[in-house]
Protein backbone atom coordinates (compact mmCIF):
# COMPACT_ATOMS: atom_id res chain seq x y z
CA UNK A 1 0.00 0.00 0.00
CA UNK A 2 0.71 3.75 -0.72
CA UNK A 3 3.69 4.87 2.14
CA UNK A 4 4.08 8.23 2.87
CA UNK A 5 7.71 8.88 4.54
CA UNK A 6 9.31 12.15 6.74
CA UNK A 7 12.39 13.02 7.73
CA UNK A 8 13.58 13.83 10.01
CA UNK A 9 11.78 12.59 13.36
CA UNK A 10 12.90 15.24 15.30
CA UNK A 11 14.71 18.32 14.87
CA UNK A 12 15.87 20.86 17.35
CA UNK A 13 16.75 24.37 16.61
CA UNK A 14 17.48 28.08 18.26
CA UNK A 15 15.23 30.51 17.62
CA UNK A 16 15.73 32.02 14.50
CA UNK A 17 16.85 29.55 12.86
CA UNK A 18 15.66 27.86 9.95
CA UNK A 19 13.79 24.64 9.45
CA UNK A 20 12.80 22.05 7.08
CA UNK A 21 10.98 18.84 6.92
CA UNK A 22 10.45 16.46 3.83
CA UNK A 23 8.09 14.25 2.73
CA UNK A 24 8.28 11.30 0.52
CA UNK A 25 5.61 9.26 -1.16
CA UNK A 26 5.78 5.60 -2.56
CA UNK A 27 3.20 6.63 -5.39
CA UNK A 28 2.23 9.76 -7.20
CA UNK A 29 -0.29 11.96 -4.93
CA UNK A 30 -2.96 14.36 -6.61
CA UNK A 31 -2.43 16.71 -3.91
CA UNK A 32 -0.67 16.77 -0.85
CA UNK A 33 -1.71 18.53 2.77
CA UNK A 34 0.09 19.60 5.69
CA UNK A 35 -0.99 19.76 9.13
CA UNK A 36 0.13 20.36 12.35
CA UNK A 37 0.04 19.53 16.04
CA UNK A 38 1.11 21.08 18.86
CA UNK A 39 2.00 19.08 21.98
CA UNK A 40 -1.58 18.25 23.83
CA UNK A 41 -3.56 19.25 20.76
CA UNK A 42 -5.43 18.02 17.29
CA UNK A 43 -3.89 18.53 14.09
CA UNK A 44 -4.84 21.41 12.19
CA UNK A 45 -4.47 21.90 8.45
CA UNK A 46 -1.69 24.02 7.21
CA UNK A 47 -2.27 23.90 3.21
CA UNK A 48 -3.03 21.83 0.09
CA UNK A 49 -0.64 21.98 -2.84
CA UNK A 50 -2.11 20.52 -6.09
CA UNK A 51 0.04 21.66 -9.03
CA UNK A 52 3.35 19.86 -9.75
CA UNK A 53 6.19 22.08 -8.71
CA UNK A 54 3.86 24.29 -7.16
CA UNK A 55 5.02 26.94 -4.49
CA UNK A 56 2.96 28.26 -1.46
CA UNK A 57 3.98 30.66 1.00
CA UNK A 58 2.48 31.93 4.60
CA UNK A 59 4.06 34.52 6.34
CA UNK A 60 7.53 32.61 7.42
CA UNK A 61 6.05 28.72 5.70
CA UNK A 62 7.29 28.02 2.44
CA UNK A 63 5.33 24.99 1.06
CA UNK A 64 6.80 22.92 -2.03
CA UNK A 65 4.83 20.44 -3.82
CA UNK A 66 7.83 18.46 -6.17
CA UNK A 67 7.56 18.11 -9.78
CA UNK A 68 6.89 14.51 -9.98
CA UNK A 69 4.10 14.93 -7.14
CA UNK A 70 5.72 12.31 -5.01
CA UNK A 71 7.61 14.72 -2.51
CA UNK A 72 6.99 17.70 -0.93
CA UNK A 73 8.59 20.22 1.73
CA UNK A 74 7.70 22.62 4.10
CA UNK A 75 10.34 25.09 5.24
CA UNK A 76 10.02 27.56 7.95
CA UNK A 77 12.24 30.92 8.19
CA UNK A 78 13.48 32.52 11.26
CA UNK A 79 11.67 29.45 14.07
CA UNK A 80 9.76 31.38 17.32
CA UNK A 81 8.80 29.54 20.04
CA UNK A 82 5.18 29.44 18.67
CA UNK A 83 6.54 26.89 15.66
CA UNK A 84 6.72 23.90 18.32
CA UNK A 85 4.97 21.04 17.48
CA UNK A 86 4.88 18.09 15.04
CA UNK A 87 4.25 18.47 11.68
CA UNK A 88 2.22 16.18 9.20
CA UNK A 89 2.34 15.46 5.30
CA UNK A 90 -0.96 13.65 4.50
CA UNK A 91 -1.46 12.22 0.73
CA UNK A 92 -4.80 10.81 -0.56
CA UNK A 93 -4.74 7.36 -1.67
CA UNK A 94 -6.07 6.67 -5.31
CA UNK A 95 -8.52 3.92 -6.90
CA UNK A 96 -9.98 1.38 -4.07
CA UNK A 97 -8.90 3.28 -1.22
CA UNK A 98 -10.34 6.82 -2.33
CA UNK A 99 -11.00 8.83 1.07
CA UNK A 100 -8.13 7.24 2.83
CA UNK A 101 -5.43 10.48 3.85
CA UNK A 102 -2.38 8.49 4.58
CA UNK A 103 -0.27 10.38 7.18
CA UNK A 104 3.74 10.57 7.20
CA UNK A 105 4.87 10.17 10.86
CA UNK A 106 5.60 13.43 11.34
CA UNK A 107 8.01 15.62 12.42
CA UNK A 108 9.04 17.05 15.88
CA UNK A 109 10.01 20.68 15.93
CA UNK A 110 11.58 21.93 19.12
CA UNK A 111 12.75 25.70 19.12
CA UNK A 112 14.91 26.63 22.14
CA UNK A 113 14.73 30.62 23.08
CA UNK B 1 -19.73 27.63 14.36
CA UNK B 2 -19.08 24.81 16.30
CA UNK B 3 -15.98 22.39 15.71
CA UNK B 4 -15.40 18.59 15.67
CA UNK B 5 -16.88 18.03 18.76
CA UNK B 6 -15.55 14.25 20.17
CA UNK B 7 -16.76 12.25 23.61
CA UNK B 8 -15.70 11.39 26.08
CA UNK B 9 -12.06 13.42 26.53
CA UNK B 10 -10.87 10.27 28.18
CA UNK B 11 -11.29 6.83 28.77
CA UNK B 12 -10.08 4.23 31.29
CA UNK B 13 -11.16 0.38 30.32
CA UNK B 14 -9.43 -2.68 31.33
CA UNK B 15 -8.25 -5.60 29.18
CA UNK B 16 -11.69 -7.15 27.36
CA UNK B 17 -13.47 -4.86 27.70
CA UNK B 18 -15.47 -2.23 25.03
CA UNK B 19 -15.08 1.32 24.65
CA UNK B 20 -17.59 3.27 23.10
CA UNK B 21 -16.51 6.61 21.32
CA UNK B 22 -18.66 9.67 19.66
CA UNK B 23 -17.69 12.27 16.94
CA UNK B 24 -20.02 14.75 15.63
CA UNK B 25 -18.84 16.42 12.70
CA UNK B 26 -19.01 20.18 11.96
CA UNK B 27 -22.61 21.17 10.57
CA UNK B 28 -22.49 20.50 6.94
CA UNK B 29 -20.24 18.00 6.73
CA UNK B 30 -21.37 14.46 5.35
CA UNK B 31 -17.78 12.94 5.96
CA UNK B 32 -16.34 11.22 9.10
CA UNK B 33 -12.80 9.95 9.17
CA UNK B 34 -11.16 8.16 12.18
CA UNK B 35 -7.84 7.99 12.93
CA UNK B 36 -5.70 6.51 15.73
CA UNK B 37 -2.57 8.34 16.98
CA UNK B 38 -0.34 5.98 19.45
CA UNK B 39 2.37 7.14 20.85
CA UNK B 40 5.30 7.61 18.85
CA UNK B 41 3.33 6.52 15.53
CA UNK B 42 1.78 9.15 13.71
CA UNK B 43 -1.62 9.40 13.02
CA UNK B 44 -3.11 5.22 11.55
CA UNK B 45 -6.27 5.61 9.75
CA UNK B 46 -9.41 3.78 11.17
CA UNK B 47 -12.14 4.44 8.96
CA UNK B 48 -13.93 6.77 6.85
CA UNK B 49 -17.97 7.04 6.77
CA UNK B 50 -20.18 8.64 4.25
CA UNK B 51 -23.85 9.22 4.29
CA UNK B 52 -24.19 6.57 6.64
CA UNK B 53 -22.33 3.90 4.93
CA UNK B 54 -18.71 3.19 5.35
CA UNK B 55 -16.36 3.77 2.32
CA UNK B 56 -13.13 2.77 3.16
CA UNK B 57 -11.19 0.98 6.01
CA UNK B 58 -7.25 0.80 6.96
CA UNK B 59 -5.61 -2.01 8.50
CA UNK B 60 -7.33 -3.02 11.90
CA UNK B 61 -8.61 -5.82 13.19
CA UNK B 62 -12.61 -6.38 13.03
CA UNK B 63 -13.05 -5.49 16.41
CA UNK B 64 -12.87 -2.27 15.22
CA UNK B 65 -15.79 -1.12 13.69
CA UNK B 66 -18.25 2.15 13.60
CA UNK B 67 -21.39 3.78 12.54
CA UNK B 68 -22.88 7.02 11.17
CA UNK B 69 -26.04 8.35 11.53
CA UNK B 70 -28.25 9.88 10.01
CA UNK B 71 -27.20 13.43 11.63
CA UNK B 72 -23.82 12.39 10.50
CA UNK B 73 -22.23 11.61 14.15
CA UNK B 74 -20.67 8.89 14.58
CA UNK B 75 -19.07 6.59 16.93
CA UNK B 76 -16.24 4.35 17.23
CA UNK B 77 -16.52 0.95 18.69
CA UNK B 78 -13.56 -1.09 20.11
CA UNK B 79 -14.21 -4.88 21.57
CA UNK B 80 -12.07 -6.62 22.93
CA UNK B 81 -9.58 -4.21 24.36
CA UNK B 82 -5.70 -4.90 24.18
CA UNK B 83 -3.32 -2.73 26.19
CA UNK B 84 -1.83 -1.96 22.87
CA UNK B 85 -5.16 -0.07 22.17
CA UNK B 86 -4.69 2.62 24.03
CA UNK B 87 -4.09 5.66 22.27
CA UNK B 88 -5.76 9.16 21.26
CA UNK B 89 -8.32 8.63 18.92
CA UNK B 90 -9.42 11.22 16.81
CA UNK B 91 -12.42 12.07 14.45
CA UNK B 92 -12.10 14.69 11.94
CA UNK B 93 -14.97 15.85 9.50
CA UNK B 94 -14.54 17.28 5.91
CA UNK B 95 -16.63 17.66 3.02
CA UNK B 96 -17.66 14.39 0.43
CA UNK B 97 -14.93 15.42 -1.88
CA UNK B 98 -11.50 14.28 0.52
CA UNK B 99 -9.61 18.03 0.90
CA UNK B 100 -8.80 19.61 4.55
CA UNK B 101 -9.56 17.41 7.31
CA UNK B 102 -11.11 19.39 10.95
CA UNK B 103 -9.74 17.53 13.68
CA UNK B 104 -11.78 17.15 16.80
CA UNK B 105 -10.19 17.23 20.20
CA UNK B 106 -9.45 13.85 20.21
CA UNK B 107 -10.28 11.07 22.78
CA UNK B 108 -7.88 9.47 25.10
CA UNK B 109 -8.69 6.04 25.58
CA UNK B 110 -6.05 3.94 28.15
CA UNK B 111 -6.70 0.00 28.52
CA UNK B 112 -5.31 -1.21 31.79
Known amino acids: ?113 | EAGVTQSPTHLIKTRGQQATLRCSPISGHTSVYWYQQALGLGLQFLLWYDEGEERNRGNFPPRFSGRQFPNYSSELNVNALELEDSALYLCASSYPSPGELFFGEGSRLTVL
Open chain 1, 1 to 113: GQQVMQIPQYQHVQEGEDFTTYCNSSTTLSNIQWYKQRPGGHPVFLIQLVKSGEVKKQKRLTFQFGEAKKNSSLHITATQTTDVGTYFCAGPSGGTSYGKLTFGQGTILTVHP
